[in-house]
């Protein structure tokens, strides 16, 4: 009874084999799959993929080789790695994803991988550690895209130790994956024509080609450079991490065009730049775009690579910039946004921006916003200005609407004039003083100094006038009369005493040829005579009778 079972489960091994051989065969155009009775252990028994000797499996069938595996998925299957391997080619005209699995693809005569057609890489394995390795064969990387082919690095770390990781001629994404170069003499990825056949693949040199890298995640370290963007090269990143320690590269080096509207890019301090833009020709017009992403260290953030002949342009727009901000001598800055460590040179800023503290240790650029302050004259005791414009934004000053020429606030000023005092006083009935010409302000104001001034003098039959005036500044009073005086003897005071007389002076001595008074005189003179005489006479009578009495 035993024999019998045993020999029917024989024959049903059997029959479903060759069933499962048929159809693998039907399907997959001859080429030949491992599958086999697994034994199970508990006395039963399976059909399944032999691991022992199949090297990868496409839709849960094994294939003994890569290419038998490659050829069955090449219309969009995946090739699920079983075993490690070597130098993988992927026809043109395939399109098929290589599932890692875990497993390490190796260069030993040729790349590790090369690609004419359409190819994805994946890794499913729990702990992620596919591989993709160029080793140290010079010439040879990790990943060889061709001109026309197209590869997606979804998963997977690809490394190498000597020449490129990945030299891409074609059309790559990477959104996921790691590369990594541990030849600082080579760059990690190359994405372009270098212009000699070893590093180009034995490709002749285009006259025109379109070569494009775009990186969405992942990460990207090591090498002279992280990524150079090279002849033909449009290089777009909008996220992943790049960094470089080499002492004469840096970490993006485009000479082409690239666009960066995201990512982490570092660089040690020892290293040249973060990013390093050229230009020296058709194929490399030098042409970055900064829209986003972190950028720190390097001795400078933007450098110029060796061979630079033309004028390589900076248009950036955002970002976050950590290091020293300098710019090459054959590149031109166009910065309208970004925060960055250091200020922003003014010849640095796009038109209609200009730089500004943002008062948190930070610096950036800004469009001004500047309000105009009407021009005002000087008068003798304020200050006036010049018309000028101000932007709060930055606290800076011009002189022109176009807010081209800056100024300082105190080139606005228009000093005081002062007061400018006339020499002639300036009057009214008590005081005098000088005048500002331009304001009328007062200046030396006191009372009058007055003193009287004889316009006429006064005789014995016509009264004469007088007035006091201001010996300091000339004021006059209203004149006023001076009575007749009745007699033509005597000094005519009538309280002139030390007065000026505006005619000619009074004399107590009569005049020339005047004799009205002389009989007048001549009696006086008489008179004292005669009492002199008497008075002589009668004290000589009394001395003569004091003697007689003695």
Known sequence: MKKRIMAILLSAVMILSLSSTAFAETVNTGNALETTALDNGDGTYSIGTDTNTAVAEVNGFGYTTLAAAIKTAKDGGTVKFLKDASDVTIPEGTNVTIDLNGKTISSANDHAITNNGTLTVTDNSSDSSGTVDGGSTSGKGALYNAPGATATLNGGTFTGSKWYVIKNLGAMAIDGAAVKQEDIGSSAIDNG??????????????????????????????????????????????GGSFYTNASNGATILNWNVATITGGTFKADESTPAVVSNGNCGDADVGQLTITSGDFTGGVTLFGQPVGTTGTATATITGGTFRGQLLKPSNMEFSIAGGTYSVEVPEEYCADGFAPKANGDGTYGVHTHSAVKT???????????????????DCGKYFSDEALTKEIVLADTVIPATSHAYGTEWKSDDTNHWHECTACGEKADAASHTFQWIIDKNATATEAGSKHEECSVCGYKKAAVEIPATGTSVGNQTDGNTGSKTADKPISNVPQ????????????????????????FLFSRKRICHGKRMK
Do not use: Q, R
């Open 512 to 535: 020339t040829g005047d004799t009205s008074n002389l009989a007048l005189w001549i009696v006086l003179m008489a008179v004292s005579i005669g009492g002199l005489g008497t008075l």
């Open 193 to 238: 024509y270098y212009g000699n056949l070893d590093n180009d693949c034995n490709v002749i040199y285009p006259t025109e080609a379109n070569v494009t890298l775009t990186v969405k995640s992942g990460s990207v370290t090591g090498g002279m450079n992280a990524v150079k963007n090279d002849d033909f090269g449009t290089l777009n990143i909008s």
């Open 374 to 392: 009407e021009a005002k004259e000087a008068t003798c005791t304020e200050a006036g200005n010049t018309a000028y414009w101000y932007c709060s």
